[in-house]
T-cell receptor, first 112, second 110 residues
Framework: NAGVTQTPKFQVLKTGQSMTLQCAQD?????MYWYRQDPGMGLRLIYY???????DKGEVPNGYNVSRLNKREFSLRLESAAPSQTSVYFC???????????FGQGTRLTVV | AQRVTQPEKLLSVFKGAPVELKCNYS??????LFWYVQYSRQRLQLLLR??SRESIKGFTADLNKGETSFHLKKPFAQEEDSAMYYC????????????FGGGTRVLVKP
């Protein structure tokens, strides 16, 4: 049982480049989330999708876009990467709003 | 708006000593609160949730609505408790919005 899978695990981008972080879950969960983890800042919510077909902004959505492609997949896109977006990105999913969330292994992104 | 605050970034205790991690929240409705833990080189995982009122690995947490707090406690810390701990709150429509605090790193010294 794979759980939540993120790709890629590591990525280096040049300022201004674009990329998409992929996330897929095989647990038939309704809600999916994207977070960034920075030292001293904890986990900050970028975007979330309560169910297939819906997305909502979190605390730090600027510079990002998301797509809930289907129930399984929730992608995060950086259109024009900036050094301030250097971070570790985590995807998570859960069945219901108040259930346990399951996390991916993270994507370490460096923007130079 | 919902907010979770963990005032301590680092807690260093000796093995066998009590440990308490503070969590305060701001939310206008009835929150669902959680503690998540991230051990070295492992994924973030659920430790406990307030609705279950359970003790996991010797940890307990009590929701105090008057003080808007959900502090995590363990009477006797063990070296394997060294990890990063996050307090989290489910809010918004149907509790779908899950936000986390800044995290507290716990170091248990032998």
């Amino acid at each position: 049982n794979a759980g939540v899978t993120q790709t890629p695990k590591f990525q280096v981008l040049k300022t201004g480049q674009s990329m998409t972080l992929q996330c897929a879950q095989d647990m038939n969960h309704n809600s999916m989330y994207w977070y960034r983890q920075d030292p001293g800042m904890g986990l900050r919510l970028i975007y979330y999708s309560a169910s297939e077909g819906t997305t909502d902004k979190g605390e730090v959505p600027n510079g990002y876009n998301v797509s809930r492609l289907n129930k399984r997949e929730f992608s995060l896109r950086l259109e024009s990467a900036a050094p301030s977006q250097t971070s570790v990105y985590f995807c998570a999913s859960r069945l219901l709003g108040v259930a346990e969330a399951f996390f991916g292994q993270g994507t370490r992104l460096t923007v130079v | 708006a919902q907010r979770v605050t963990q005032p301590e970034k680092l807690l260093s205790v000796f093995k066998g000593a009590p440990v308490e991690l503070k969590c305060n929240y701001s939310y206008s409705g009835s929150p669902e609160l959680f503690w998540y833990v991230q051990y070295s080189r492992q994924r973030l995982q659920l430790l406990l949730r307030h609705i279950s009122r359970e003790s996991i690995k010797g940890f307990t947490a009590d929701l105090n609505k008057g003080e808007t707090s959900f502090h995590l406690k363990k009477p006797f810390a063990q070296e394997e408790d060294s990890a990063m701990y996050y307090c989290a709150l489910s809010g918004g429509a149907a509790g779908n919005k899950l936000t986390f605090g800044g995290g507290t790193r716990v170091l248990v010294k032998p």
